[in-house]
Every structure is written in structure tokens, then in C-alpha cells.
């Protein structure tokens, strides 16, 4: 990641917002010649502006300084877009409902992609009145474990952390969920549509995930 904003982030954004070099500088209380310096590599605006300059193109300051800005489409916050992100330093797991520019222990963080389970992470529902009970046949050792499941809906997201040496399992109310994510710490994130975990008759009789 760039430790400080370019002069070319700043053009790319000042004209995509439609605004002259003076526009710009009146809004920071600079001259228009410290934007065309800006601009043209010949000198840098003081670190106290960044943040003014991002609150003028309304973006992160993260944003700004990577030259990455997110663009979410996800405007009607629908949970089913969501989004994992785990920090490969010390695990610590964030959820976004759209993109998002996330970073932790200066690490820009991408979002998982989830994979279907396979043999090595199967995963068992059971629908025990209004609630789906969740097993995943795996071991939980301290250094190979699932460290959360999450159970989401168009418009709820219920997420449960597992810890080594604990079991595998979770209870989620049902109510509308549509999806299920595990995450293990070695392999990634899988997903299931937890209707294809549950026995056709709805019995406790468990049932491969991937089938």
C-alpha cells in the first residue's frame, strides 16, 4: 500500500467530481498553484489535509492514500452480499455488506471467496424445530480449527466464533436464513445452502453438505 496520496489520485478524483484546480482549493483553504504542484508531482499536500481532501471527494482516508475508492453497489444493504474478511496476523474476522476498503495490522485485506465443502469439511444441518443445528466434521486443534460460522438472510447476518479444542457446532434461529459460512483457518471460507444440508424427510439423519 502507498503511505501517502499521489498527485495523480488527487487529478483523477478532482476531475471525476467535476471540479476545477480553483474549485478544489477553495474548499481547502490552499491555492490553486499547491493543487497544480499536487498534480504535477512537484510537491505533496501536508499530512492535516488528508482528511479534508478525502471528506471533499467523500471517501476514507484509506481509500484516498491506496487510490483504490469502493463504489458499492450494495445500496440496499441486501445481507446476502456479504462480504468476510480475515487478518492473517491475528485472525481477527470483519463482515461488510458491500465492497469495502479494509485493513488491519497494515494489511489491505480482500474478501474471501467461498468455496463449495468437500471431504475434507463437511458440514451437517439439522432443523430442530425453529432452529438449524449445525455440526462440521472437522478436527479443532490449535493450529488447524474453524473459527466462525455464520448463518445469513436478505436482511440478517447471525455469526457464531469457534475457539480450538471447542466443538464444531452451532444453533441458528432459521428464520429466512439462506445461507451458511464456516470458515477454517488453513483452508478458507466454504458455504452451503442449508436446505442441501438437511434430510429429505427433515429428519435428524445427517446428510452430506455437498450432495
Known amino acids: 500500500m502507498n503511505q501517502y496520496v499521489t498527485g495523480a489520485v488527487i487529478k483523477?478524483?478532482?476531475?471525476?467530481?467535476?471540479?476545477?484546480?480553483?474549485?478544489?482549493?477553495?474548499?481547502?483553504?490552499?491555492t490553486d498553484k499547491s493543487i497544480s504542484k499536487w498534480e504535477t508531482s512537484r510537491g505533496l499536500p501536508d499530512i492535516a489535509l488528508l482528511e479534508p481532501i478525502a471528506e471533499v471527494f467523500s471517501i476514507s482516508v484509506t481509500e484516498l492514500i491506496s487510490g483504490n475508492t469502493i463504489h458499492n453497489a450494495n445500496i440496499s444493504a441486501n445481507m446476502l452480499r456479504s462480504k468476510f474478511y480475515v487478518c492473517p496476523v491475528c485472525g481477527n474476522v470483519i463482515h461488510s455488506m458491500g465492497e469495502a476498503a479494509i485493513h488491519c495490522h497494515g494489511i489491505r485485506l480482500m474478501p474471501l471467496e467461498a468455496e463449495q465443502t468437500d471431504e475434507h469439511h463437511m458440514i451437517f444441518i439439522e432443523r430442530v424445530?425453529?432452529?438449524?443445528?449445525?455440526?462440521?466434521?472437522?478436527?479443532?486443534?490449535?493450529?488447524?480449527?474453524?473459527?466462525?460460522?455464520?448463518?445469513?438472510?436478505?436482511?440478517?447476518?447471525?455469526?457464531?466464533t469457534l475457539y480450538p479444542e471447542w466443538n464444531a457446532e452451532a444453533r441458528f434461529k432459521i428464520r429466512g436464513v439462506r445461507r451458511i459460512f464456516f470458515y477454517c483457518n488453513r483452508d478458507g471460507?466454504?458455504?452451503?445452502?442449508?436446505?442441501?444440508?438437511?434430510?429429505?424427510?427433515?429428519?435428524?439423519?445427517?446428510?452430506r453438505a455437498n450432495n
Open 129 to 160: 424445530e425453529d432452529e438449524y443445528y449445525v455440526r462440521i466434521d472437522h478436527s479443532m486443534t490449535k493450529e488447524h480449527y474453524i473459527s466462525f460460522v455464520a448463518a445469513v438472510s436478505s436482511d440478517d447476518m447471525q455469526m457464531r
Open 189 to 207: 471460507l466454504f458455504s452451503i445452502d442449508p436446505v442441501k444440508g438437511i434430510d429429505d424427510k427433515e429428519k435428524t439423519t445427517y446428510r
Open 12 to 30: 483523477e478524483l478532482r476531475e471525476k467530481n467535476g471540479m476545477t484546480q480553483l474549485q478544489l482549493a477553495e474548499k481547502l483553504g490552499v
